[in-house]
Structure formats: C-alpha cells, structure tokens
C-alpha cells in the first residue's frame, strides 16, 4: 500500500511538472515520494533539467525546514556539480535561519562547514550583498555555546573570515 501511495504521489510530481509547464511546488512529503519511487539520482536528472523545480526545492531547503533539510541530505550523496553547489548554498542558507537543524547536517558528514557554511557568494555580486551574508553566518553562530558543535562553529568562522577578507581584498 505504502509503496502504491509514493507511486502515485511521485507519478502526480511528473504529471505536475511535464504536462502543465509550470513551476512545479511538491511538497516534501511528495519529493519524498518520488525519490523513493525513481531514487536520488533521476530526482536530481529532473531537478537539473527543470530550473523552476531545481529553484523551488533550493528555496525550500534554505528554508531550514527539517523535512527538506532531510530531504538535502538524501540528495547530497547522489549529486555533482553544479546541484552540489545548489545543495551546499541552499544548506548554507539555511544555517542562518536554522543553525540547530543545520548543525546536526554539518556534523554527520553528509554537508560539510567547508561547503555549507556560507552560500555561494559570486564575485558578480556587489561586495556589500557577500559582507551582509558573512556577516549574518557571525551573528547566527555568535550565541552557539554548545560543545557538541564547538569545531563546526570554529571551521565556520574560519570560513567567514577567510571570505571577508577576500571580499575586502576584491574591492
């Protein structure tokens, strides 16, 4: 039974995506469905063809919601590439928002505080947008006292100084 509902519901994703041309906006329970249904690999083929579903999950990882949280985190093994880079900015993203579901991402392995730590900060971007990014990863991890996740904060600030002092060196 449970296997027909993920079926159905992953068929119901496609269906969504191909026949109506339109941005498709699976839940998470239904993105779940159709990676159990087709796996993580052709899940990130649909994402990397269709750009208003590879942007809609993006944004809803950043979100920091746990559920596409987990959902990152069964993607991220199975991808390359430019969907690593959506995967790690969107995490990072997320880090701000919710550092104490993100954390736990950074400490198992799965996204690392090299990779995920910050979003991908374009040198096409003012200077100004890359500070406010760094400078929102500071603050966020500023209060964190835990000693579980001493060294991922500790890697995490090397990372915003090393950026801030490349986006100071830009300019």
């Keep these: 039974m449970r296997f ?5 519901a992953g068929l119901a994703m496609v269906a969504a995506i191909s026949a109506s041309g339109a941005p498709a906006r699976p839940t998470a329970a239904e993105f779940n469905a159709e990676i159990d249904s087709i796996g993580p690999v ?5 994402m990397f063809e269709t750009e208003s579903l590879e942007s809609w999950v993006s944004r ?13 985190a069964r993607l991220r093994p199975h991808s390359d590439a430019s969907l690593t880079t959506l995967l790690n900015s969107a995490v990072a993203e ?13 400490e198992s392995g799965v996204f690392t505080p090299s990779d995920s730590c910050l979003p991908f900060l374009s040198i096409e971007d003012p200077p100004e947008k890359n500070l406010l990014a760094v ?12 000693q579980r996740f001493a060294s991922i904060k500790a890697a995490c600030l090397v990372q915003a100084k090393q ?3 490349q986006i100071a060196a830009s300019r």
């Design 4 to 8: 027909t509902t993920n079926l159905v």
């Design 60 to 72: 809803q990882i950043a979100s920091g919601s746990t559920d596409w949280l987990k959902i990152a």
């Design 135 to 146: 400078t929102q990863l500071e603050r966020t991890l500023a209060p964190i006292r835990s």
């Design 42 to 46: 052709a899940v990130l083929a649909k």
């Design 94 to 106: 997320a880090l701000v928002r919710a550092p104490f579901r993100v954390l736990p991402l950074l």
């Design 163 to 165: 950026a801030r002092e």
